[in-house]
Nanobody, 126 residues
Framework: QVQLVESGGGLVQPGDSLRLSCTPSGRSVRDLDMGWFRQAPGREREFVAHIRRSGGTTRYRDSVKGRFTISRDNAKNMVYLQMNSLQAEDTAVYYC???????????????????WGQGTQVTVSS
């Protein structure tokens, strides 16, 4: 069983940066497709970013391209989501997710992910 532990959320002002971290206990990040999703109040959970288990290819939702970066540190067994130029619209609970198998055409589909973190709140407000 894989447990995902997240950290790094908080309250920031528009234009600030945050880095979210996630580590899968009991499994190496090298063996998993890792993703970040978010859910704002009253809205459905949405895909944010993905990093492929082999090769490290990344994908992002359009609204975060150029601002967010997903990365992986195999030595530390960590996955990160660096968020720059944060906007009020980025306010949400952010979830780390892991998949043991992945259909590459469906990386944005939450049903592809077997394991989920508890979520960490990111609030962007002036």
């Amino acid at each position: 069983q894989v447990q995902l532990v997240e950290s790094g959320g908080g309250l920031v002002q528009p234009g600030d940066s945050l880095r979210l971290s996630c580590t899968p206990s009991g499994r190496s990040v090298r063996d998993l497709d890792m993703g970040w999703f978010r859910q704002a109040p009253g809205r459905e959970r949405e895909f944010v970013a993905h990093i492929r288990r082999s090769g490290g290819t990344t994908r992002y939702r359009d609204s975060v391209k150029g601002r967010f970066t997903i990365s992986r540190d195999n030595a530390k067994n960590m996955v990160y989501l660096q968020m720059n130029s944060l906007q009020a619209e980025d306010t949400a609970v952010y979830y780390c997710a892991a998949a043991t198998g992945m259909i590459l055409s469906s990386i944005g589909n939450s049903a592809q992910y077997n394991y989920w973190g508890q979520g960490t709140q990111v609030t962007v407000s002036s």
